[in-house]
């Protein structure tokens, strides 16, 4: 059985037969009145949301962004797949692929995480409808820096690697009193409250860096970050490649050795994030560009 895949030049995905394929798609919550509630009990309605396949087959849309949320993931913890067995049949039945996004609650614990979206790759590993599997949503600092990770994967900012190498820029008494007033992750101890907050401190420092950088340059965040004049957060750079490192491991690996025939990938809005070579582990990546929008 074939898949879709990269091809050899890892410029395009391709279809079975190996010609190219260009995704044509669009992200679904569900019918207009449940969105993001399209998986609950009493909401989930087969035939609403066959009205709204149709309409993307005949718009030449191929693939459709599906979404695990809570109740979902409630649904697969109780191994009752019945819900999406039958989106994923009226997804074929009008010629769409389906990229699947995981964790769309955020949860921040990752081995359960981890479990969950194993669950769901291994029942459809055999699925040729699946296009891939999206690790999560557009992940930001939070995602990343307030995760729990497995003891024996810890993640470099949780560490005093930063605070170390550039000067705090909160005391760990200031740090304790932005927690107690839930400026900060209330599930950190203490001392992960003082890494947490100095590294938020250091990400947005070296954001507005990047961002005035490229306006002057005409360049991109990822032009920053690779270049001589970001010398001064290659420390940070650094410590965010391996905690991105760290959470791909603890995300990507399980979903791959449950299935090892579809494509991960995740889908990223921010650039910090996505231009970081930790993620050469993924097949692809999706990256979400927002356009500016006015009203006249």
Request: aromatic share 14%.
């Amino acid at each position: 059985m074939a898949f879709v895949g990269i091809a050899e030049n890892k410029r395009h995905l391709t279809k079975p037969n190996g010609q190219p394929f260009f995704i044509m798609g669009a992200n679904y919550e569900g019918y207009f009145d449940r969105a993001w509630q399209m998986w609950d009990d009493g909401k989930f309605n087969p035939s609403l949301i066959i009205h709204d396949f149709r309409k993307m087959a005949d718009a030449g849309l191929n693939t459709v962004r599906l979404f695990v949320s809570p109740a979902l993931e409630n649904d697969v913890r109780a191994n009752d797949f019945a819900k999406l067995d039958r989106v994923l049949q009226i997804a074929a039945d009008h010629g769409q692929m389906v990229l699947m996004t995981f964790n769309d609650s955020h949860n921040l614990n990752l081995a359960e995480v981890a479990a969950l979206d194993a669950k769901v790759a291994y029942r459809y590993q055999d699925d040729p409808i699946i296009l891939g599997w999206d690790l999560e949503n557009e992940p930001r600092f939070y995602n990343f820096a307030a995760a729990i990770y497995p003891s024996n994967r810890p993640a470099p900012i949780q560490t005093n690697v930063l605070v170390s190498h550039y000067e705090p820029r909160v005391s760990q008494q200031e740090a304790i009193e932005l927690q107690n007033q839930r400026r900060i992750p209330g599930h950190l101890n203490p001392q992960h409250a003082f890494y947490y907050i100095n590294g938020l401190r250091y990400f947005i420092e070296f954001a507005e860096d990047a961002n005035r950088w490229g306006a002057q340059m005409g360049k991109t965040v990822v032009d920053y970050m690779y270049s001589t004049d970001s010398a001064k957060w290659h420390k940070l750079i650094e410590v965010l490649n391996g905690t991105v490192a760290a959470w791909l491991a603890v995300r990507h690996t399980p979903v791959r050795q449950a299935d090892p025939n579809h494509l991960i990938t995740v889908g990223y809005n921010w650039l910090y994030f996505a231009g970081l070579s930790a993620n050469r582990r993924l097949d692809f990546q999706q990256f979400h560009h927002y356009g500016p929008v006015s009203l006249p």
